[in-house]
T-cell receptor
Framework: KNQVEQSPQSLIILEGKNCTLQ??????????LRWYKQDTGRGPVSLTI?????NTKSNGRYTATLDADTKQSSLHITASQLSDSASYIC?????????????FGTGTRLQVTL | DTEVTQTPKHLVMGMTNKKSLKCEQH?????MYWYKQKAKKPPELMFV???????INESVPSRFSPECPNSSLLNLHLHALQPEDSALYLC???????????????FGPGTRLTVL
């Protein structure tokens, strides 16, 4: 069964600090891995997308890494801001015909405080 | 325009009501999705439409009835729902899968549904 596990479940950091979120997956056949940010009560917004051949991808203060051999990914947030408070979801895609099928992690709830 | 819109934003309905959720995108995507998300849980896939045809139904109860009238619109018709169906309903769209980079799913803001 395809699974995506994330750690930690929740995290509280001070504004301006860095943090790293982890994702382990067992999804086959692997297509790509994305990190989404979801504010409470809103739809997820894509931050990064990586295929098996990519090791790292940046989007502003967000940097994602992927190790396709160990099936691990991380999301590093630099110089955190209060607006970074949200759930961060690791999502792995498997190709199924003409539409993608996603396996979602349970997310890491990040709270950035003063 | 990378926007997926959903209406209404909030919906409260009784167990005997019939209502519909609507989703619209103008990105030319030919795959559209309905997800259900309970609080503090990841989204759960309900239905997938590809080229306006239902391609995946994740064993969803028949009280949820999807419809894709054209390539830009996706509806979810609701009838005789239960209180446990209360959740955030998310719509998403993507290009049909033609390689790893083309299937990024864009999500709408969701409809917050409460069943009394």
């Amino acid at each position: 069964k395809n699974q995506v596990e994330q750690s930690p479940q929740s995290l509280i950091i001070l504004e301006g600090k860095n943090c790293t979120l982890q994702c382990n997956y067992t999804v086959s056949p692997f297509s790509n891995l994305r990190w989404y940010k979801q504010d409470t009560g809103r739809g997820p917004v894509s931050l990064t997308i990586m295929t098996f051949s990519e090791n790292t991808k940046s989007n502003g203060r967000y940097t994602a890494t992927l190790d396709a051999d160990t099936k691990q990914s991380s999301l590093h947030i630099t110089a955190s801001q209060l607006s970074d408070s949200a759930s961060y979801i690791c999502v792995v895609s498997e190709a199924t015909g003409t539409a993608s099928k996603l396996t979602f992690g349970t997310g890491t709830r990040l709270q950035v405080t003063l | 325009d990378t926007e997926v819109t959903q209406t209404p934003k909030h919906l409260v309905m009784g167990m005997t009501n019939k209502k519909s959720l609507k989703c619209e995108q103008h990105m030319g995507h030919r795959a559209m999705y309905w997800y259900k998300q309970k609080a503090k849980k990841p989204p759960e896939l309900m239905f997938v439409y590809s080229y306006e045809k239902l391609s995946i139904n994740e064993s969803v109860p028949s009280r949820f009835s999807p419809e894709c009238p054209n390539s830009s619109l996706l509806n979810l018709h609701l009838h005789a729902l239960q209180p446990e169906d209360s959740a955030l309903y998310l719509c998403a769209s993507s290009q049909p899968w033609a390689g790893a980079r083309t299937d990024t799913q864009y999500f709408g803001p969701g409809t917050r549904l409460t069943v009394l």
